[in-house]
């Protein structure tokens, strides 16, 4: 699938920081460097909070879904909303997701998406961006922090500052686990294409990777020095727990990990007291 580097430079629709943008929600498509538009909200953060918990103007994070997500789905909006008590929270789907363009790469290209959207944070005048994925999206995160992160050579703009990856796995092709098996049918199969299509609204590209993209493993040891946070339930059923103990032992005494008991897979298994913790790990992260 990959026909050009996953770390081309990234732009949006949009133009540069204005206040009405940052005082209200807004809705666009962003256009990512290889021209696939891609649904996108932004919201400022909650006007009415806790003062235990005050948002901070330069804070926002940009979430990144799970396959077959989109911004318009509950549980992303759910997150949305946890993370609005801490600062401003940009969603976006996934290209071949919801109303975005192209179709899903299911991980490789999807790094572009997230470019696109964290450009997009700064230029509406956040100075601090939190990327938060979720299963693929977990996947995304790390693989962007690696392409993108301080010292390489795209514009400073796209740089996460921290970043926190829930429920990824560590390693592509993986099939150890029942739904594993049924998301490569998905996928791989022109039927299972169609129930992606007309079941899931997710368009997914038929060709098989090209060259393979780097692992989220092999991604993880790059992304130093941007703060790491890894967290995966002990009772996930796509990936078991030697997914994020592979991924913490890349990552070294750089990242940390939670295992969290009793959890499963990704948004729909994230109880509100984690989005809660998550939200305090990153509003301290160069606070």
């Not at 790469?105 to 944070?121: F, N, P, S, Y």
């Not at 990153?282 to 606070?287: F, H, W």
Request: glycine share 12%; net charge neutral.
């Amino acid at each position: 699938m990959s026909t050009r580097p996953a770390g081309d430079v990234a732009r949006s629709t949009v133009g540069p920081h204005s206040e009405t943008r940052r005082n209200a929600p807004l809705r666009t498509f962003l256009r990512t460097s290889d021209g696939v538009t891609i649904d996108s909200v932004y919201e400022p953060g909650a006007v009415v909070y806790d003062d235990s918990r005050p948002p901070s103007g330069d804070l926002v994070f940009v979430v990144a879904h799970g396959f077959t997500g989109d911004v318009d789905r509950p549980h992303v909006r759910r997150v949305a909303e946890a993370f609005a008590r801490y600062g401003a929270v940009v969603t976006f789907s996934f290209r071949g997701h919801g109303a975005s363009g192209g179709r899903s790469t299911v991980g490789d290209r999807e790094v572009l998406d997230l470019a696109a959207a964290v450009a997009w944070a700064r230029e509406l005048g956040h100075a601090r961006v939190v990327t938060v994925g979720f299963s693929m999206g977990g996947s995304v995160v790390l693989r962007h922090a690696a392409l993108y992160g301080p010292g390489r050579e795209e514009p400073a703009q796209t740089h996460p500052d921290a970043v926190v990856s829930v429920s990824a796995p560590a390693r592509w092709y993986y099939r150890g686990t029942a739904p594993m098996r049924r998301l490569h049918w998905l996928v791989t199969r022109p039927e299972g294409r169609l129930v992606g299509r007309y079941g899931l609204r997710t368009r997914i590209h038929h060709r098989d990777w090209d060259p393979v993209p780097l692992s989220p493993v092999e991604a993880v040891p790059r992304i130093a020095p941007t703060p790491l946070l890894i967290v995966h339930g002990d009772r996930d059923g796509y990936f078991p727990v030697d997914h994020p103990l592979m991924l913490a032992a890349a990552a070294g005494d750089h990242g940390e990990l939670w295992l969290e008991p009793g959890m499963g897979h990704a948004e729909h298994a994230a109880a509100e007291e984690l989005l809660a913790r998550i939200g305090d790990w990153a509003a301290a992260q160069g606070g």
